[in-house]
């Protein structure tokens, strides 16, 4: 079974740091991935997806691919209060049909 | 405007009582999903469709059933709702032309009482 791993949290963090969040998976024939954000009582929005190893970043966001080690992060720069959320990370694969497995999430705070 | 649109977006229902919460998408997409979320379990797939007239079951596929008559519409139905279904579900789609973004709806929260 393709699984998708993340912490759970709460990551607390300050307003103004950088906040890393972490998600590994365990298909190694995995080609797609993607950060889904998910404010409380809401559905999930897409804010980054990534499908070569490196970076991608846009605006305040960098995704970081590393398939060797099948991990993939995200990394919010001067992180609001505002970007309190659940964080989904998803992983697609074409032996999967390219249905996404999600991960259950990383709850993160930022307090002023 | 491009939106996944599903009703009712909050029902509160009895034991055994069936139900149908539909889900429809205005952007022609191929492939059609539902989800359910519970706290700490994360969103898992109940049943999810190709195309018209392709449904495979998820990994929650139990206590639910769907239909994929036309390419806009996928229904979740509940044909016997046990407490255990209490749940937020969420409705989605995408273009699946490989690792496409998906589009959820705005969620239906059910409780079965």
């Known amino acids: 079974q393709k699984e998708v791993e993340q912490n759970s949290g709460p990551l607390s963090v300050p307003e103004g740091a950088i906040a890393s969040l972490n998600c590994t998976y365990s298909?190694?024939?995995?080609?797609?991935f993607f950060w889904y954000r998910q404010y409380s009582g809401k559905s999930p929005e897409l804010i980054m997806s990534i499908y070569s190893n490196g970076d991608k970043e846009d605006g305040r966001f960098t995704a970081q691919l590393n398939k060797a080690s099948q991990y993939v992060s995200l990394l919010i720069r001067d992180s609001q209060p505002s970007d309190s959320a659940t964080y989904l990370c998803?992983?697609?694969?074409?032996?999967?049909?390219?249905?996404?497995?999600f991960g259950r999430g990383t709850s993160l705070i930022v307090h002023p | 405007e491009a939106q996944v649109t599903q009703n009712p977006r909050y029902l509160i229902t009895v034991t055994g009582k069936k139900l149908t919460v539909t889900c429809s998408q205005n952007m022609n997409h191929e492939y059609m999903s539902w989800y359910r979320q519970d706290p700490g379990l994360g969103l898992r797939q109940i049943y999810y469709?190709?195309?018209?007239?392709?449904?495979d079951k998820g990994d929650v596929p139990e206590g639910y059933k769907v239909s994929r008559k036309e390419k806009r519409n996928f229904p979740l139905i509940l044909e016997s709702p046990s407490p255990n279904q209490t749940s937020l579900y969420f409705c989605a789609s995408s273009p699946w032309t490989g690792g496409n973004t998906i589009y959820f709806g705005e969620g239906s929260w059910l409780t079965v009482v």
């Open positions: 469709s190709m195309n018209v007239e392709v449904t």
């Open positions: 998803a992983v697609a694969s074409s032996g999967g049909s390219y249905i996404p497995t």
């Open positions: 298909d190694r024939g995995s080609q797609s």
